[in-house]
């Protein structure tokens, strides 16, 4: 079990949600945990918090069916469960010493604020880190005050877009491949590509990387769309010969490349 320390509304339908479990839990960034809303049912999901921090987790959340929306109903000081983690998260050693091109959609943020956290731990190790990140609206922005401590970091070169600007909004207008660019100081041929976000933006991300020179096997993208039991039980997440929660969620492009269901 673990109690909700606070809840943080990140937009009209994301929350932030920061526990502590009853016992301290360690994590690879990547990984996932199964939450447990007791009587009701649970889903996966990916922590959002440094994977350094064992004594509390973060994880965010959009309210997307009856788990979540009740998910969103609770307050700090209510209980839920965890079990986890599970799954195979981003292999840090393989990037060490390489160019990383983080690309993000939505949501698809919070692995990815895990894994940047924990790229910041040891920043040296890593010879770039380029941030490409994209939301429907500037209000869809999630973890819009630490976005902006990111941009005001001079180890990271972070730029964000919407599909849809407003009257307060300065940057790019436009998907997120519009923002996927030969210009971004890249070695495309041996840099890395991590992606995460809705299937759309992924496939499309994705096709976009390899027209820019990117390798098929130095594309990671999180496969977790699908999970449902965490343990590779129930085949709902399965990929060619894969369980995206037993194999995954990340893999490399080529890994599953093969399998005609992988943006689905």
């Known amino acids: 079990m673990a109690e909700i320390l606070d809840v943080i509304e990140e937009t009209p339908t994301i929350k932030t949600f920061k ?5 301290a ?14 009587g009701l049912g649970e889903a996966p999901f990916t922590p959002s918090s440094n994977p350094i921090t064992r004594e509390t987790m973060d994880l965010t959340i959009m309210n997307v069916g009856r788990v979540t929306s009740r998910l969103h109903e609770m307050k700090a000081g209510e ?4 079990r986890g983690p599970y799954g195979k998260g ?22 990815l604020r895990s894994l940047i956290l924990a790229l910041l731990n040891s920043i040296s190790d890593y010879k770039k880190v ?7 609206l500037p209000k869809d922005i999630v973890y819009k005050e630490e976005v902006k401590r990111w941009k005001e970091n001079k180890a990271l070169d972070v730029e964000l877009t919407v599909d849809k600007g407003d009257e307060s909004w300065k940057g790019n207008v436009g998907v997120i491949t519009t923002i996927l660019k030969d210009d971004m100081g890249l070695d495309s041929g041996s840099g890395i ?3 995460c976000g809705p299937p759309i933006m992924m496939k499309f991300s994705t096709f976009k990387l390899l027209e820019l020179g990117f390798k098929h096997e130095n594309i990671y993208l999180s496969m977790e769309k699908n999970m449902s039991c965490g343990i590779g039980k129930c085949g709902h997440c399965r990929i060619g010969p894969y369980y995206a929660c037993k ?5 490399t492009y080529e890994a599953v490349k093969p399998y005609h269901n992988i943006w689905e």
């Open 19 to 23: 526990l502590k479990p009853e016992r």
């Open 25 to 38: 839990v360690s994590f690879e960034t990547g990984q996932f945990v199964e939450m447990t809303v007791p």
């Open 79 to 82: 209980a839920i469960g965890v």
């Open 90 to 111: 981003y292999p840090l050693d393989k990037f060490k010493g390489r160019e990383l091109l983080i690309v993000g959609g939505g949501v698809g943020l919070a692995p």
């Open 130 to 136: 380029v941030i490409k990140y994209g939301a429907r």
């Open 193 to 195: 590509a991590i992606v």
């Open 247 to 251: 194999d995954g969620p990340v893999f």
